[in-house]
């Protein structure tokens, strides 16, 4: 089964915390059902290849929708 490894960099908001934005990652990811990690750096996400593309392009539009005027994903 694929992995994605994803990581974001919110950019141009008012806080310095990332907390928000990995707790509404981690919300994305479970409404799907899918199999994660949560390591120091980044997140590890198990499922198809399909699914995964999906919820990296939720992460990321989720940050853009919540505050920052850009957002760096990896």
């Avoid at 908001?13 to 981690?26: D, E, G, I, K």
């Avoid at 996400?45 to 992460?59: C, Q, R, T």
């Amino acid at each position: 089964m694929p992995l994605l490894e994803i990581s974001i960099a919110p950019v141009g908001n008012a806080s310095a915390s990332f907390s928000s934005h990995v707790n509404r990652a981690v919300q994305r990811i479970e409404q799907r059902n899918l199999n994660y990690q949560i390591t120091p750096t980044a997140t590890v996400i198990e499922g198809d290849l399909d699914e995964l593309m999906e919820v990296a392009k939720d992460i990321h539009r989720d940050a853009l929708q919540n505050g920052s005027s850009r957002v760096i994903t990896n």
